[in-house]
């Protein structure tokens, strides 16, 4: 399965990127627009597409060792929600009165 820069976007997923290092472990969000204006929205959204492209500055800079980074991919659960509820009707209530619902 291909999966593209331009699908993570429209799906409204939140992707960090995180440092592999032990004595690190630095989180920063990506900015999937931004990657897509850089890299195109063709661009695979996959780890192996993206591992390349990414290093710990706060490594580098304390003279560590590069270590790679993992991304964490988090999808839109208030859009699944709102997609799930959307045709939801309460059945509360929709007993007669006077009658036992039970």
Not at 26 to 52: F, N, R, Y
Not at 70 to 98: L, V
Request: charged fraction near 25%.
């Amino acid at each position: 399965m291909t999966k593209t820069l331009a699908d993570t976007l429209a799906a409204r997923e939140t992707v960090y990127v995180n440092c592999g290092h032990a004595t690190c472990g630095k989180s920063t969000k990506l900015d999937i627009q931004a990657l897509i204006e850089s890299l195109g929205p063709g661009h695979g959204s996959m780890h192996q597409d993206l591992v390349g492209l990414f290093g710990c500055s706060s490594c580098k800079a304390a003279g560590r060792d590069r270590r790679p980074v993992f991304f964490t991919c988090i999808p839109d659960y208030e859009g699944q929600q709102r997609e799930r509820n959307r045709d939801w009707k309460s059945t509360f209530g929709s007993a007669k009165p006077g009658t036992n619902a039970s």
